[in-house]
């Protein structure tokens, strides 16, 4: 019923012309859309639903005939009357190499990857990504095993809807917290999923991520995935640095393209950007760009129906 329900709801904005209104509008206003994307791939996650490459190759053929497709280091020079849109990835997940590059290259684009250097070093996901793949792959007396400090619910049963909420219900517990915080909270989570082997969501190694740098734009999103507003000044300063270290003895270049993580970010931070040399500080915010700008905003892509992703390409979600 939801899904019949969101189909009838696309087909109506359609019928009314918005997609042609907002694409209008966007070129008129000198707009960019800037696309915020995670995974690409055929293997369903509740947890974590990913794009399916059915619906990204849709996309960038919606995208291809209706916008000029650039990256952030083109902004400032590219020369077109269409509007402007970006492709950005975050997080650095195998499966941007399996499935969203063939595709980006049989309409030949190219996209932003914002890496998170200590999940390339470790080959380890980042703390939320780890605990989905145990909640997503463990019975539930394991799961109901967890002690966390603090957080009393336990998983009710064994449907995919109550696995997900349960597992929502423990990021949004541990996210919002300094790492220091989340990190002597989530030792107990650890040591449990430790003991069972499961399958974990696969990341780009540092050899795979100097292969994409040659074809796509490389940026960072923080050294290890904090949420940059419960930090301090200091905090965010040695991640920084240590995110420019980063790229200057691992890929031999500079850092200019900067992601926030879980768009959570505070004013003064962006001056720390500034003042490193970081070009293009990127948000979520659900909202359009400009082409110059102290940061830019992105729009979240998600969604398992073609419309529904190119109407969130459009811009819809914005007044939501």
Same mark, same amino acid.
């Given at each position: 019923?939801?899904?019949?329900?969101?189909?009838?709801?696309?087909?109506?904005?359609?019928?009314?012309r918005?997609?042609?209104?907002?694409?209008?509008?966007?070129?008129?206003?000198?707009?960019?859309?800037?696309l915020?994307?995670?995974?690409?791939?055929?293997h369903?996650?509740?947890?974590? #639903?990913?794009?399916?490459?059915?619906?990204?190759?849709?996309?960038?053929?919606?995208?291809?005939?209706?916008?000029?497709?650039?990256?952030?280091?083109?902004?400032?020079?590219?020369?077109?009357?269409?509007?402007?849109a970006?492709?950005?990835?975050?997080?650095?997940?195998?499966?941007?190499?399996?499935?969203?590059?063939?595709?980006?290259?049989?309409?030949?684009l190219?996209?932003?990857?914002?890496?998170i250097?200590?999940?390339?070093?470790?080959?380890?996901?980042?703390?939320?990504?780890?605990?989905?793949?145990?909640?997503?792959?463990?019975?539930?007396?394991?799961?109901?095993?967890?002690?966390?400090?603090?957080?009393?619910?336990?998983?009710?049963?064994?449907?995919?809807?109550?696995?997900?909420?349960?597992?929502?219900?423990?990021?949004?517990?541990?996210?919002?917290?300094?790492?220091?915080?989340?990190?002597?909270?989530?030792?107990?989570?650890e040591?449990?999923?430790?003991?069972?082997?499961?399958?974990?969501?696969?990341?780009?190694d540092?050899?795979?991520?100097?292969?994409?740098?040659?074809?796509?734009?490389?940026?960072?999103?923080?050294?290890s995935?904090?949420?940059? #507003?419960?930090?301090?000044?200091?905090?965010?300063?040695?991640?920084?640095?240590?995110?420019?270290?980063?790229?200057?003895?691992?890929?031999?270049?500079?850092?200019?393209?900067?992601?926030?993580?879980?768009?959570?970010?505070r004013?003064?931070?962006?001056?720390?950007?500034?003042?490193?040399?970081?070009?293009?500080?990127?948000?979520?915010?659900?909202?359009?760009?400009?082409?110059?700008?102290?940061?830019?905003?992105?729009?979240?892509i998600?969604?398992?129906?073609?419309?529904?992703?190119?109407?969130? #390409?459009?811009?819809?979600?914005?007044?939501?």
């Amino acid at each position: 019923m939801k899904r019949a329900l969101k189909a009838g709801y696309f087909l109506t904005q359609r019928l009314l012309r918005r997609d042609r209104r907002l694409i209008e509008a966007i070129r008129r206003e000198g707009l960019v859309t800037i696309l915020n994307l995670h995974q690409v791939s055929p293997h369903f996650n509740p947890f974590w #639903a990913p794009l399916h490459p059915m619906i990204f190759d849709d996309l960038l053929g919606f995208l291809t005939e209706n916008f000029e497709i650039v990256g952030f280091r083109d902004l400032e020079s590219v020369v077109t009357n269409r509007p402007l849109a970006i492709l950005s990835f975050d997080d650095g997940y195998h499966n941007f190499i399996e499935y969203a590059i063939p595709l980006l290259e049989k309409h030949r684009l190219k996209a932003n990857m914002n890496i998170i250097p200590a999940c390339a070093e470790s080959g380890i996901p980042i703390w939320n990504v780890r605990l989905y793949d145990f909640l997503n792959s463990t019975d539930r007396r394991v799961i109901n095993s967890l002690e966390i400090p603090g957080f009393e619910k336990k998983l009710a049963g064994d449907s995919t809807s109550d696995r997900v909420n349960f597992g929502l219900a423990i990021s949004s517990y541990l996210k919002n917290r300094p790492r220091s915080e989340r990190e002597q909270i989530f030792e107990a989570i650890e040591s449990t999923i430790s003991q069972h082997e499961i399958r974990m969501t696969r990341m780009m190694d540092i050899k795979e991520i100097r292969e994409v740098a040659g074809d796509h734009e490389i940026g960072v999103h923080s050294y290890s995935h904090e949420s940059m #507003a419960f930090e301090s000044d200091e905090f965010f300063s040695a991640d920084l640095a240590q995110c420019i270290g980063f790229f200057e003895e691992q890929l031999g270049s500079a850092v200019d393209i900067y992601a926030f993580p879980n768009g959570s970010y505070r004013e003064s931070q962006l001056d720390i950007l500034k003042m490193n040399g970081i070009r293009f500080p990127l948000l979520v915010d659900e909202d359009y760009s400009r082409r110059t700008g102290e940061c830019f905003p992105r729009f979240t892509i998600y969604g398992n129906q073609r419309w529904e992703a190119r109407f969130q #390409a459009l811009g819809i979600n914005r007044d939501r």
